[in-house]
Structure formats: C-alpha cells, structure tokens
C-alpha cells in the first residue's frame, strides 16, 4: 500500500512554456502532498507544501507563479512549471503523507529538461 | 534554523562495512530517516528512526540518539550495487534533506 504515481517520468519543453506534473496517491487519501527539487550532485530541496483544499505553502525563496501548484482533490496534486526556462531543468519528486508507520511515500520523480 | 550535516563522499571496498554519519539541529523532531538513492532515480525508503536505540535491517541498520542529534547508517557486506549516493532526513512536520553522501564501492 501507500503508492505514490507521480508523471510524467521525463519531460523536454522548450523555453517559455509551462508544463505540468501530476502526483497522484493510488490507495490512500493525501491531504498533504510535498513537492522537491534536486539538480544534478545535489539533495532534494523542499520546494512547497501542497494542501488538499487550500494554497500551498511555498518555501523561501521559491517563486509561487512560477512554481504553481494545485491540490484540487485528496489524490491528485499538480505541479505546473510556468513559462520554463533552461536554469528549470531539474528533477522534480513529490512525497505525500501516507499512513504508514514512517508517514512519507515518493513518487518516482519526473525528470524535466528545457531546451 | 534547520541543519543536517553528512560526509560529501565515502569510499569502501566490497565486503567490507561502512558507517555514514549524520548530526542534525532541527527546530522540532518526529523521526529520522535514512534514504538510498542511484542517479537519476527517486529515493528509496532505508530506515526510520523515531526512537533511541539501533534498528536492525539486513545488511543495513541505522541508530539514533536524539539527545546527541546523531544518527548513523551502517552498510555490512558491502556489494557493487550499493553504491549509491545515502540522504539523512529528519521529519518534523515536513521532510528536510541533508546533502546526501555519495558512496563509491571498490571492488
């Protein structure tokens, strides 16, 4: 149980415009949903905090209309990448809070390239 | 102000062991986890420490005193495909990652 699906897997965009990423919780309910960044030799930097039914908590120094996120229902938080450019390029996890005895479950990870 | 410190870089060679450190001051704490991550890949789920106290997993075990902010990974029997870079995180009411520590494996 507590299966995070999270897509695309890979994504290349050109420069200007958005894409979308989706994080969707299979067999659990995910009030919260959290979203990272980790460019290449890095760790993940916590990006936002997404909840279901109200805006996302964004983290210092992340630009929330560039990084738009929606967590428009208990399974399904979406990570919207406005007018992308090159310094984007990154690989973007999401985590959702899961009632597992450790609580945390990631997606897979959506690797985006902008061209 | 949050901070969770580990090595950059390890290296050990194959069937030997090796223990990765991590300290950490966080604001608040609710457990600690320890994550394996290969390039390009998501993290997988290692351990999660919320009490003091050694936990035991195979070939790997983490331990835990909170008193000491300190945790360490232990990898016994090392083998090829554990190299990998190794994230300490401690959980509060997020996740907050430390850097990560790349292990090389020698054969």
């Known amino acids: 149980g507590a299966v995070v699906s999270q897509h695309p897997s890979r994504v290349i965009c050109k420069s200007g415009t958005s894409v979308k990423i989706e994080c969707r919780s299979l067999d659990f309910q995910a009030t919260t949903m959290f979203w990272y960044r980790q460019f290449p030799k890095q760790s993940l930097m916590l990006m936002a905090t997404s909840n279901e039914g109200s805006k996302a908590t964004y983290e210092q120094g992340v630009e929330k209309d560039k990084f738009l996120i929606n967590h428009a229902s208990l399974t399904l938080s979406t990570l919207t990448v406005t007018s992308a450019h090159p310094e984007d390029s990154s690989f973007y996890i999401c985590?959702?809070?899961?009632?597992?005895?450790?609580?945390?479950?990631f997606g897979s990870g959506t690797r985006l390239t902008v061209v | 102000g949050q901070n969770i410190d580990q090595p950059t870089e390890m290296t050990a060679t194959e069937g030997a062991i090796v223990q990765i450190n991590c300290t950490y001051q966080?604001?608040?704490?609710?457990?600690l986890f320890w994550y394996q991550q290969h390039a390009g890949e998501a993290p997988t789920f290692l351990s999660y420490?919320?009490?003091?106290g050694l936990e035991e997993k195979g070939r790997f075990s983490s331990f835990l005193s909170r008193s000491k902010g300190y945790s360490y990974l232990l990898l016994k029997e090392l083998q090829m495909k554990d190299s990998a870079s190794y994230l300490c995180?401690?959980?509060?009411?997020?996740?907050?990652f430390g850097k990560g520590t790349r292990l090389h494996i020698l054969p």
């Open positions: 420490n919320v009490l003091d």
């Open positions: 995180a401690v959980r509060d009411d997020k996740i907050i």
């Open positions: 966080t604001s608040g704490f609710n457990g």
């Open positions: 985590s959702a809070r899961a009632d597992t005895y450790y609580g945390y479950t």
